[in-house]
């Protein structure tokens, strides 16, 4: 199967009508009145991004939902996107079925369509590039900068499974875990909740708003250098999966085990910051994503991080590197 | 330098407004009233579509020089781009200097600014990857679609400078070429003329169009095939720089010469159908771009090319194929 085969036979069928059929130069839309454009971009590298070898529907479906979490975490709802294949020597293109049937499970469950974008070849590894657009009623995006002094911090779900999911993803040694865990686990690094049914809340109630891909504590200096101000988190509030807490209680250093959890990244969380905790804990149970607070926006900048009993936590590294290397995949025992 | 360095340093100085400084996960976009945008995405692979190596401004140019063209074609106004860099092991942060300076440069030129993306490593060769976004009154782009039966088929500027610029490019041997023609076949390589230019003409006069990536005679079947209808064109009345027209007669077998022309691709020139042949080339002047009338659309289907001397012309491959692979870059003798 050849490039046009590819794109007529696997690609084509997840066309929205703004695509054209994938057989224009360009995409067309109309967006609707009323309404601002979110648009993000997000590329991810095998052996960088996700593991050498990892191809099929895994990566299609992780590529669409860290791109699904920026447009979460901006209050906005997804409309389409355009999509860059660049395909390794011996790319069989089986694994380019296997990958259009991941996006096909992404815009089924999500509720957006294919517009456009290119397939190429490339002597170095599979990468993949996905420019997501999205939309909310005129003034409406959430954006990093508005957190204000005494505002509650919240985050969504749970903290800290993606990076137990890579070392499952990668094969290495990891205690204490149940099959459950470690399915849950490998299920957050692969396939994290872009969590949209929260942009109703955000869009009503978030002063402030990011996705957590770096690691908490690097996303929470973010958010409150883009704000002008500080935050304050209590590590011991951050929300743990019932298995990451059993895998943390068995840990030697449990404050090494945590720090990990806090910056490892790839949660695809929401660590957002608004006013009313009340109200933004009733409106997250009406939307069915659990909101935990952990702390508060302070006079002061940077973040500060205490545990509850007292102690000033600091973190060598407080975030993922973006140029860090995954190591290659090795063969399951 | 590293990644937050160089946006910083680098990129953030070219953002738009609705590019937030780069600091946050999304851009921000309110398109005006009575407009259609049109959305466009192309990747560039070293070694596949520019030498290896080749790493600076001319290959910044000429990743938003192609997706300008796709603009163009459309007949849409450039507004705003998406951009990801996937940058080798031992990239020097210097080559990204050089390759924003390019940005800098076709953003100055043509009227748009940058509005996010992301910055990667790859253990592969330097991929970069752009989404355009233009726009163009409600119902006013032009598809491929639209060509009927009696339009006159036009194309701008000179066909076949730019295979000809590969040549050069990758210092193969090159015959009956001034010191004008080399520089001018190379910078059509690197640096096609996106004709934006013509978008109002396009709008107002087009009945299809697009722009000439994979070779005059591939593209002009994609015409068809999207129209439903056959194209006719005449070989000899295809525009020709004038160095050109010289390498062409030294040339011993002129008829597999021309061919390459016709086929070679890169030409980034806009190939349109329109029903009043004075009207456009009226328009053209105004417009300051040369347009040529090259055929007609028929009832039948497919490319059918004559000469002047009324002889049949066949193509044993009537364009690029995407999956070729450029080779390295030699050093200049």
Redesign the interface.
Known sequence: M??FDFIADCLAPLAGPQG?GL?????????A?GR??????????E???FPSGHWGADTAEKLLRVNLS??A??G?TPRGY???L?LPEGFDMKWGKAFALGLKAMQDEFGFSL???????????L?V?A?L??SVP?GR?V???GAKPGDSVFVSGSVGDAVLGLDVALNRKISAASGEALWAWENAYYRPQPRLDLRHLLRAHASAA??VSDGLIADAG?LA??SGNGLSINVDDVPLRAATRLWLAAQVDRKAALSRLLTGGDDYEILFTASDENTVVAAAKDAGVSVTVIGKVTDGQGVTCTGRDGTVWTFDRPGYR????IAPRQPRP
Chains 1, 2 share one sequence.
């Open positions: 050849g490039e054209l057989l224009d130069d360009a995409a067309l839309y109309t967006p009145a601002d454009l979110v648009l993000t971009k997000d590329t991810m590298v052996g960088v991004h920026d447009l975490a901006k906005a355009l999509l860059s660049s517009w456009g974008g290119d397939t190429t070849s490339t002597p170095g590894p990468t590039s420019t657009i999205g005129s995006m954006t990093r900068s990011l996705d973010h250098k883009a973006h140029f860090r290397t």
